[in-house]
């Protein structure tokens, strides 16, 4: 008969042993907004006056934004009393949310806050956090265990 063995560990457990805790990547993988990116989220903190909503409450035109750099509120958060939404598109003064925020009217004041790509040139340009920037931009294309030869 089938069977399956299943062990399971505490996450404090499998955190008090040494290693790697952070993926080798060219993107940065601290989050935003987080410990280890430590952008001060209150001094990118923007408030604004939603103007229109679609029917499912994901799409929200505002009043005015910092910046309507394409893409400059991407990958941001959208708050409301509590709240938060992340941003998964920006055209205009009109953002794109990843899921409907039911407690939104029009007239309503939100937070909002900027995206981050991920990217070296993003953190240095638009946080002014390289320093704290996690990415190693310059890892090489292909890897020496892909079957291509050095020689």
């Not at 209150?42 to 005015?64: C, G, R």
């Not at 709240?83 to 039911?102: C, D, E, K, W």
Request: some cysteine.
């Amino acid at each position: 008969p089938p069977w399956m063995s299943l062990g399971c560990e505490k996450i404090a457990t499998s955190l008090s042993r040494t290693g790697c805790r952070i993926r080798y990547m060219r993107q940065c993988p601290h989050t935003l907004y987080m410990p280890r990116c430590w952008v001060d989220k209150q001094a990118f903190k923007a408030t604004s006056t939603v103007l229109n909503l679609s029917a499912n409450k994901a799409e929200v035109t505002l009043s005015w934004l910092l910046s309507q750099q394409p893409g400059y509120y991407v990958g941001g958060i959208l708050e409301l009393g509590g709240a938060s939404r992340f941003i998964i598109a920006q055209n205009g003064y009109t953002l794109t949310l990843s899921r409907p925020l039911l407690t939104l009217a029009a007239y309503t004041k939100v937070d909002i806050y900027p995206g981050c790509d991920r990217l070296a040139a993003t953190c240095n340009s638009k946080f002014n956090n390289l320093d704290n920037y996690g990415g190693f931009d310059y890892i090489p294309p292909k890897g020496p265990f892909e079957g291509v030869s050095i020689v």
